[in-house]
């Protein structure tokens, strides 16, 4: 696993939109915005499914994804192996969380993500470059 620094984590938290990536088991490639999503601690993301359809499918045929944002503190692409999360301890403080922040939405799972790879999302010569 690799350890996300503070300043992956705070540009995160600056975007309120970052767009997901996955791909059918046959590699067939979709990519989702999504809003809520916040990091556990220094190796794992949590992304709350509200309204994942192809989504959900590919990330049970293929658990894995790409999570790509920019924003005013700069931006980072995240690869990471999935588990997804349902009826459990996990899901539970998912539904807290997102129900804190809007009443009206109701999670279907939780996944975590356990960071592999991080990459700079910039022009310029560090472009694509990988950090960890």
């Given at each position: ?54 989504t959900l499918k590919n990330l049970k045929e293929n658990p ?5 944002w920019w924003g005013g503190k700069g931006g980072f692409q995240i690869k990471a192996d999935i588990t997804i999360h349902t ?46």
């Amino acid at each position: 696993m690799a350890k996300v620094t503070e300043e992956i984590k705070e540009s995160l938290k600056s975007v309120k939109t970052a767009f997901l990536s996955t791909a059918s088991k046959n590699g067939t490639p979709n990519v989702v915005p999504i809003g809520a999503f916040r990091f556990l601690d220094d190796e794992t993301l949590l992304i709350s499914d509200q309204f994942f359809n192809k989504t959900l499918k590919n990330l049970k045929e293929n658990p894995k994804i790409a999570l790509a944002w920019w924003g005013g503190k700069g931006g980072f692409q995240i690869k990471a192996d999935i588990t997804i999360h349902t009826g459990d301890e996990i899901f539970r403080q998912d539904v807290e969380w997102v129900q804190s922040i809007r009443k009206d939405l109701n999670p279907k799972s939780a996944v975590v993500c356990r960071v592999t790879e991080v990459y700079i999302v910039k022009g310029g010569p560090d472009a694509g470059k990988k950090i960890l």
